[in-house]
């Protein structure tokens, strides 16, 4: 059963509510729980058996800015420094209005999260993640977004949220006048459930796991393993088309360049950020590290047989170890340990004069260019001369999250094509335009979670004024 839109009103004696919210992610969790802390019944429609989504598969690390934490542990910040970061790393591309609304709601957000709900955060020290001018990623204690998601569900459903899980949305009713007045949902057993609402948010998915959306919108991607959720299907998008409603920054994703194969897990940026360096097949370094992740997905996928291989050492193994995603990886058998330089290159199938080189390179060869521009970039030099034993892991690139979507305005409001905003039907996470541009290079780290986060905070407290009015 596809996404469809439908003309009318769902039956009268389909049960009411005046907010529905798709989705039961970091995004429509965090939706639910501003609502219920205002007052406002709701009820979350979650197509898994228990709430998951993209922030269950990601790191779970909260970028923002002028939180009590970082307040505490003497950073100092800000909403306007934080925006200025965003729009560094997508080269002023990003939505302005989304990138100041979003910096300015995320910091109180968290401090709502810990002081009112007692979820802990902490900020992550030793090391800066790509892009960001200072230490401001928040994450649970556990540093996983299963946890995160799992902290979430707890506190809304102790405010009084409504999880409907297994219960998938294929309908949204919507009246001549173009106001949403329902939903339908699909149940396991084939039954399509309806309710009514009074404001519709859409915190669903993006289209990473829809193959055709990929082929039409990321063609560079088409080819590239999905990581991602497989919730995102692409039905915010298609109900967004029939709706007529506007849609924006399609060529946005989060790519990540470290995936290990086969073992299919995530590793943590923080071996590229501390001195860790990637080879291809031939031995050789072919893209600046620190410039970030999702990029790097591409320059991954433009090498040999489209793989890498992770490169670090003693020090930098110790601190992936603080990560429980890259401890599962090492517990599958993603890490190998090489005893000196011949080790390693024999494990890479490259010359050894080629590993030896690995600590020497600062600049592209003349010969070699940026994946992505098409020019000659620098590459960041090797802060320190990595040291046997070496460690590597075999990764390949893969897509985690698309970044476009409907086109919201900083209420997040759904945008007609003529830019004027439907009456009650809002979005936000991966279901709407997010702060990353238009393209990979774009992705400054955490612009997902921020998105979700702050936006489903923020049209929470839309919808709510909607409902009230």
């Given at each position: 059963?596809?996404?469809?839109?439908?003309?009318?009103?769902?039956?009268?004696?389909?049960?009411?509510?005046?907010?529905?919210?798709?989705?039961?992610?970091?995004?429509?969790?965090?939706?639910?729980?501003?609502?219920?802390?205002?007052?406002?019944?709701?009820?979350?429609?979650?197509?898994?058996?228990?709430p998951?989504?993209?922030?269950?598969?990601?790191?779970?690390?909260?970028p923002?800015?002028?939180?009590?934490m970082?307040?505490?542990?003497?950073?100092?910040?800000?909403?306007?420094?934080?925006?200025?970061?965003?729009?560094?790393?997508?080269?002023?591309?990003?939505?302005?209005?989304?990138?100041?609304?979003?910096?300015?709601?995320?910091?109180?957000?968290?401090?709502?999260?810990?002081?009112?709900?007692?979820?802990?955060?902490?900020?992550?020290?030793?090391?800066?993640?790509?892009?960001?001018?200072?230490?401001?990623?928040h994450?649970?204690?556990?540093?996983?977004?299963?946890?995160?998601?799992?902290?979430?569900?707890?506190?809304?459903?102790?405010?009084?949220?409504?999880?409907?899980?297994?219960?998938?949305?294929?309908?949204?009713?919507?009246?001549?006048?173009?106001?949403?007045?329902?939903?339908?949902?699909?149940?396991?057993?084939?039954?399509?459930?309806?309710?009514?609402?009074?404001?519709?948010?859409?915190?669903?998915n993006?289209?990473?796991?829809?193959?055709?959306?990929?082929?039409?919108?990321?063609?560079?991607?088409?080819?590239?393993?999905?990581?991602?959720?497989?919730?995102?299907?692409?039905?915010?998008?298609?109900?967004?088309?029939?709706?007529?409603?506007?849609?924006?920054?399609?060529?946005?994703?989060?790519?990540?360049?470290?995936w290990?194969?086969?073992?299919?897990?995530?590793?943590?940026?923080?071996?590229?950020?501390?001195?860790?360096v990637?080879?291809?097949?031939?031995?050789?370094?072919?893209?600046?590290?620190?410039?970030?992740?999702?990029?790097?997905?591409?320059?991954?996928?433009?090498?040999?047989?489209?793989?890498?291989?992770?490169?670090?050492?003693?020090?930098?193994?110790?601190?992936?170890?603080?990560?429980?995603?890259?401890?599962a990886?090492?517990?599958?058998?993603?890490?190998?340990?090489?005893?000196?330089?011949?080790?390693?290159?024999?494990?890479?199938?490259?010359?050894?004069?080629?590993?030896?080189?690995?600590?020497?390179?600062?600049?592209?060869?003349?010969?070699?260019?940026?994946?992505?521009?098409?020019?000659?970039?620098?590459?960041?030099?090797?802060?320190?001369?990595?040291?046997?034993?070496?460690?590597?892991?075999?990764?390949?690139?893969?897509?985690?999250?698309?970044?476009?979507?409907?086109?919201?305005?900083?209420?997040?409001?759904?945008?007609?094509?003529?830019?004027?905003?439907?009456?009650?039907?809002?979005?936000?996470?991966?279901?709407?335009?997010?702060?990353?541009?238009?393209?990979?290079?774009?992705?400054l780290?955490?612009n997902?979670l921020?998105?979700?986060?702050?936006?489903?905070?923020?049209?929470?407290?839309?919808?709510?004024?909607?409902?009230?009015?």
């Open positions: 059963m596809n996404p469809a839109v439908r003309t009318g009103t769902p039956a009268p004696d389909a049960p009411h509510i005046p907010v529905a919210i798709v989705g039961a992610g970091a995004c429509g969790l965090v939706a639910a729980l501003t609502l219920r802390d205002a007052g406002v019944e709701c009820v979350l429609l979650e197509r898994d058996a228990q998951s989504g993209s922030t269950a598969l990601s790191s779970g690390f909260i923002a800015a002028g939180t009590a970082q307040q505490a542990a003497g950073i100092q910040d800000s909403p306007a420094q934080f925006a200025a970061d965003i729009q560094a790393k997508a080269h002023g591309t990003a939505a302005a209005h989304l990138v100041a609304a979003f910096s300015a709601r995320i910091g109180a957000a968290l401090d709502t999260l810990q002081a009112r709900h007692g979820i802990t955060f902490e900020v992550l020290d030793g090391f800066l993640y790509p892009g960001h001018s200072v230490r401001r990623m994450a649970v204690p556990q540093k996983t977004g299963a946890a995160l998601v799992a902290q979430l569900e707890r506190v809304a459903t102790a405010a009084g949220a409504d999880i409907v899980t297994q219960a998938t949305v294929r309908e949204l009713w919507v009246d001549r006048a173009g106001r949403i007045t329902g939903v339908g949902y699909e149940r396991p057993d084939g039954r399509v459930e309806q309710l009514r609402c009074d404001a519709l948010i859409l915190a669903c993006g289209f990473g796991g829809n193959p055709a959306m990929v082929r039409e919108l990321l063609p560079e991607m088409v080819d590239a393993l999905f990581a991602g959720h497989t919730g995102n299907d692409g039905s915010a998008i298609a109900w967004g088309r029939s709706l007529g409603a506007r849609l924006a920054d399609l060529g946005g994703y989060q790519g990540h360049g470290s290990a194969i086969p073992q299919g897990a995530l590793i943590t940026w923080a071996v590229m950020m501390e001195g860790g990637q080879l291809n097949a031939r031995g050789e370094r072919f893209h600046d590290e620190t410039e970030g992740y999702s990029e790097a997905a591409v320059h991954v996928l433009a090498q040999p047989g489209g793989v890498a291989w992770d490169v670090f050492d003693g020090p930098i193994l110790a601190l992936a170890r603080g990560f429980p995603d890259f401890c990886a090492e517990a599958a058998g993603a890490l190998k340990t090489c005893a000196d330089a011949p080790a390693l290159a024999a494990l890479i199938g490259c010359a050894t004069e080629k590993i030896i080189a690995m600590n020497d390179l600062s600049t592209l060869g003349n010969d070699q260019k940026d994946s992505i521009n098409g020019v000659n970039a620098p590459r960041a030099g090797v802060r320190r001369p990595l040291l046997p034993p070496y460690y590597a892991i075999k990764v390949t690139g893969a897509l985690f999250h698309t970044q476009g979507g409907l086109d919201i305005d900083a209420r997040c409001r759904v945008l007609r094509a003529d830019g004027t905003p439907f009456a009650n039907l809002l979005a936000a996470g991966g279901a709407a335009r997010g702060v990353s541009g238009n393209a990979v290079w774009g992705y780290s955490g997902g921020l998105s979700a986060v702050a936006g489903g905070a923020i049209a929470a407290e839309t919808a709510k004024g909607m409902v009230n009015a």
